[in-house]
């Protein structure tokens, strides 16, 4: 699995596609469509486009929240909130072979993701980010250190988990000597795409 995912940024359906693009040309192989608010159309529009888009870039295109939507336009998967739905219900609409994402905040989040058996885990935020309303509890590296210390503790397999949060470049070797499997990333890839490839450089793919 890529351990590098962008979730997309913009206003409106234009600048969604444009910043898309931009990701994809500068070599970014995981799309998570996110567009809150977006008019229903409109957003279906997005998706057709970027489905068809990441296709051709060989790339990963999952849709947030909309679970029938990525069922219509065949994306890849979808990544839900803790408030978004269940992850059993948008397994049984996708299918087994699709990738399901789940958001958490904190240890008890973890392990019903796990009990979920989600595809990979959103943890966060790391830091304050201006692009999500509503922010959860800042984590720290510190908060990602004690819920790796606590699922090992209980002798559990660590899942995949994705940093999520304001991350830089800077972040990703200490996230993941901590224990993290990769990073989402929207505001650093959506102002300056061209870092896609220090982001991929920084990454250990062991």
Known sequence: MEKLQYISQGNTRQ???HNI???LDNGIKWVQIRWKNAPENELMDLCEVSKLLCSEYQSICIINDHVQLAKTIDADGVHLGLKDGSIEEARLILGEHKIIGGTANAISD???RMNESCTYIGLGPLRFTATKEKLSPILGFEGYQKIIDQLREKSMVIPKIFAIGGISIEDIQPLQQIGIYGVAVSGQITSQPTNINE????????
Not at 199 to 206: D, E, L, P, T
Request: glycine share 0%; net charge positive; aromatic share 12%.
């Open 199 to 206: 982001f991929k450089k920084a990454m250990i793919y062991a």
């Open 15 to 17: 600048e969604q596609e």
């Open 21 to 23: 693009r931009k990701a």
């Open 110 to 112: 973890v392990l019903q």
